[in-house]
């Protein structure tokens, strides 16, 4: 089945500075790749998202690039604010698997004042 | 954007007890429903899938018999933790797509369950 291991476990950034968080995949089938933001005690909450047909997606602050020969997709954001802080997941799934995500093990970003 | 809810957000129950879980895609109506369960500061893990009118699709090594999954019709899925044990608290997630091709799921705001 499908892997997906995220890098850093934690990140600690300035205000204003950009926090990078990356992804990788195993399964060479997978066409979506989603990324959530969760806070303490609440749900995973889509912040982005990127198929396996397109290559970058920029939404304000935030962007993903996908590299699909390399399997390996990454989340930007840019001039960060303390409201950035939370915990940020990556997931992977392909249409064959129904919209089953598999997720990576998670990125605890803060942003420091 | 869609919305589902899960209810209720938290509960406390004593070990033995059963508690059931709500799931409800509030505003379009999901073919597919999944349940994951996290501890703390680890990652969301996958228990089932499960489809309208179907039985669930368990992941490996999740006890059908203990984690009871109805989803009874297009707005609900409930998940029921039977015979509750301490170590079977965590926090409970639900996610609903509305079908289709690969697209987007949309999370519940999770249930903590405390068992005592």
């Known amino acids: 089945g499908e892997n997906v291991e995220q890098h850093p476990s934690t990140l600690s950034v300035q205000e204003g500075d950009s926090a990078v968080i990356k992804c990788t995949y195993s399964?060479?089938?997978?066409?979506?790749f989603p990324w959530y933001k969760q806070e303490l005690g609440k749900g995973p909450q889509l912040i982005i998202d990127i198929r396996s047909n397109v290559g970058e997606k920029k939404d304000q602050r935030i962007a993903v690039t996908l590299n699909k020969t390399a399997k390996h997709f990454s989340l930007h954001i840019t001039e960060t604010q303390p409201e950035d802080s939370a915990v940020y997941f990556c997931?992977?799934?392909?249409?064959?698997?129904?919209?089953?995500?598999?997720f990576g093990t998670g990125t605890r970003l803060a942003v420091r004042p | 954007g869609a919305v589902v809810s899960q209810h209720p957000s938290r509960v406390i129950c004593k070990s033995g007890t059963s508690v059931k879980i709500e799931c409800r895609s509030l505003?379009?109506?999901?073919?597919?429903m999944f349940w994951y369960r996290q501890f703390p500061k680890q990652s969301l893990m996958l228990m089932a899938t499960?489809?309208?009118?179907?039985?669930?699709?368990?992941e490996q090594g999740v006890e059908k018999d203990k984690f009871l999954i109805n989803h009874a019709s297009l707005t609900l899925s409930t998940l029921t933790v039977t015979s509750a044990h301490p170590e079977d608290s965590s926090f409970y997630i639900c996610?609903?797509?509305?079908?289709?091709?690969?697209?987007?799921?949309?999370f519940g705001e999770g249930s903590r369950l405390t068992v005592l």
């Open positions: 997931a992977a799934s392909m249409e064959s698997s129904g919209d089953k995500l598999t």
């Open positions: 399964d060479s089938a997978s066409n979506y």
């Open positions: 996610s609903a797509s509305s079908g289709g091709a690969t697209g987007e799921l949309f």
């Open positions: 499960s489809n309208e009118g179907s039985k669930a699709t368990y």
């Open positions: 505003d379009f109506q999901a073919t597919t």
